[in-house]
């Protein structure tokens, strides 16, 4: 009955709720942290509507911050990156020696952040194919996809046993999941599919599908994808231009889907613009590369974000 | 009194019936053919609301189409560029020898279209730098500035006798006017203001003084400023780097404002997406020059017009 790893979740949302819910329904020990919607979520329980067959967690260990969970030996943090300037303090009452941080969040950067801020502290990030999102406090709707991508920020034996053992948790629990050499290539990869369709779907106020109809959008949507190549290839991480091809099919593939950003954009709430863009813009330009059509993307978005957001 | 040139002006919008009405209104002989609300516009005559003084043209020479007009001296071609492949046909009955088509237009390589369809007929463009819009069919209001600037296609002592004259008569009627040496420099130096504020008010919904006041819009405005005087290089057009700050400044002056091609769109009319982009683009990469941002603008645009226009 696996690994006996005590998992906490930090934001309960599209993927904290599908996640650790697949986890905690596979018998793992997981403890949620719900910010918005507590009082109701602990009455109702978790309710993940799968594509893949519905569950509820009626028992689930729910908790409004991280001071009264035990502490962990693996964290999924899936907050919002806008939110991640709480997380050094939100990680302290649960962190023990050796517990594995896991970023399982969107965008570049973020481990390297957190780790200046909590030296020592084993990191890794995750990637997450999936299509989900959270209809209510506590109620998860799952509609495509779900396999989940590993990698360590630095590599450790310890730190690498006990990812591979999460690995094995996710897998034993229903959930495609795989570890990764290399934590850039990871993120880059990720990225090809989130600077195009999130930045877009926003600035054109439309889906996926209808940008993919359009020649010309569609023609923008690859031009964008072969800007992140070069971002990418600037850091030393090589994309082959197959993978491009296989994240239109894919997208070509999926049902008409909002990204998180559109989401985000269309409830006002904080975009993840400096995960997704500047810090990938960044990390180009120290490589040499001027992403032009990225950077007026981020442009767009950060005008976009000023109209409702002061 | 005057040259006693004749005048045909084509659509009488915010160009048309602001410049054919001063003409008019100063006693030149002036026929406008008028498309929407012909009825309407021939029983009230034609209204212009000048920041410079209200007048009202209760006996303007109204027609529906060229056919009833005269043969004219000068033709303002004050019609969108959307229209522009029925221009041919309703220029036949107007023309005699020697007409000056004059294209009050915005965008780039229309005279050298219209001038391969009608070989040997003497063509100029002209530049407006004005704020007016059409409030009602026959009701123009202009609320900001009115200079206008020609140029001629292919140089002759003729036409350039004509043009000047046609100058004289517009500064004799009230309106600043003058004539410039060079078409494509003419062309280029209003698409540094058009490509950026037409494009950008569209995708981001919103306004110049909105644009201007978020510094990421602003500094992408004055990016695609910079790659327009880039296409204006390869085209051997010099634009210097003052003249795209007296645009910033003159924006910055101005009344809130909707380019035409906002207006446009939120009409879900066709817009002047070829004149103000694809021809631009066009002519910068025969010179050798990629111009990401405006390419994007132009995709993106294609993509909100395909919304509403099938």
């Given at each position: 009955?696996?690994?006996?790893?005590?998992?906490?979740?930090?934001?309960?949302?599209?993927?904290g709720?599908?996640?650790?819910?697949?986890?905690?329904?596979?018998?793992?020990?997981?403890?949620?942290?719900?910010?918005?919607?507590?009082?109701?979520?602990?009455?109702?329980?978790?309710?993940?509507e799968?594509?893949?067959?519905?569950?509820?967690l009626?028992?689930?260990?729910?908790?409004?911050?991280?001071?009264?969970?035990?502490?962990?030996d693996?964290?999924?943090?899936?907050?919002?990156?806008?939110?991640?300037h709480?997380?050094?303090?939100?990680?302290?009452?649960?962190?023990?020696?050796?517990?594995?941080?896991?970023?399982?969040?969107?965008?570049?950067?973020?481990?390297?952040?957190?780790?200046?801020?909590?030296?020592?502290?084993?990191?890794?990030?995750?990637?997450?194919?999936?299509?989900?999102?959270?209809?209510?406090?506590?109620?998860?709707?799952?509609c495509d996809?779900g396999?989940?991508s590993?990698?360590?920020?630095?590599?450790?034996?310890?730190?690498?046993?006990?990812?591979?053992?999460?690995?094995?948790?996710?897998?034993?629990?229903?959930?495609?999941?795989?570890?990764?050499?290399?934590?850039?290539?990871?993120?880059?990869?990720?990225?090809?599919?989130?600077?195009?369709?999130n930045?877009?779907t926003?600035?054109?106020?439309?889906?996926?599908?209808k940008?993919?109809?359009?020649?010309?959008?569609?023609?923008?949507?690859?031009?964008?994808?072969?800007?992140?190549?070069?971002?990418?290839?600037a850091?030393g991480?090589?994309?082959?231009?197959?993978?491009?091809?296989?994240?239109?099919?894919?997208?070509?593939?999926?049902?008409?889907?909002?990204?998180?950003?559109?989401?985000?954009?269309?409830?006002?709430?904080?975009m993840e613009?400096?995960?997704?863009?500047?810090?990938?813009?960044?990390?180009?330009?120290?490589g040499?590369?001027?992403?032009?059509?990225?950077?007026?993307?981020?442009?767009?978005?950060?005008?976009?974000?000023?109209?409702?957001?002061?």
């Amino acid at each position: 009955m696996g690994n006996d790893l005590t998992y906490a979740v930090l934001g309960t949302g599209a993927l904290g709720g599908y996640y650790g819910g697949m986890l905690a329904r596979g018998g793992r020990r997981v403890c949620f942290q719900v910010r918005t919607g507590f009082e109701e979520v602990r009455k109702q329980g978790l309710v993940v509507e799968s594509c893949d067959g519905d569950f509820t967690l009626p028992r689930a260990e729910i908790h409004a911050d991280t001071s009264s969970m035990p502490k962990a030996d693996v964290v999924l943090v899936c907050l919002k990156t806008t939110a991640n300037h709480l997380l050094k303090e939100m990680l302290k009452p649960i962190l023990k020696e050796g517990t594995l941080v896991i970023l399982v969040q969107n965008g570049l950067l973020f481990e390297e952040e957190l780790s200046s801020e909590l030296p020592g502290v084993p990191i890794a990030g995750a990637s997450a194919f999936i299509c989900s999102f959270k209809v209510a406090p506590g109620h998860i709707k799952h509609c495509d996809f779900g396999h989940i991508s590993f990698a360590l920020l630095k590599n450790s034996e310890a730190a690498s046993s006990l990812l591979e053992k999460v690995k094995e948790d996710f897998i034993a629990c229903g959930v495609e999941a795989s570890v990764e050499a290399d934590l850039p290539t990871l993120r880059w990869r990720k990225l090809v599919w989130n600077i195009p369709y999130n930045g877009m779907t926003v600035v054109m106020d439309t889906s996926t599908d209808k940008l993919m109809q359009n020649p010309e959008s569609r023609k923008l949507i690859k031009d964008l994808m072969l800007e992140t190549q070069q971002g990418a290839a600037a850091c030393g991480v090589m994309i082959e231009n197959e993978f491009i091809e296989k994240m239109l099919t894919y997208t070509d593939s999926m049902v008409p889907y909002a990204p998180s950003m559109k989401l985000d954009y269309d409830a006002k709430r904080p975009m993840e613009i400096k995960g997704i863009y500047s810090n990938p813009l960044k990390a180009a330009i120290n490589g040499g590369a001027d992403l032009k059509k990225i950077r007026m993307l981020e442009q767009q978005l950060y005008f976009k974000q000023s109209e409702y957001l002061k």
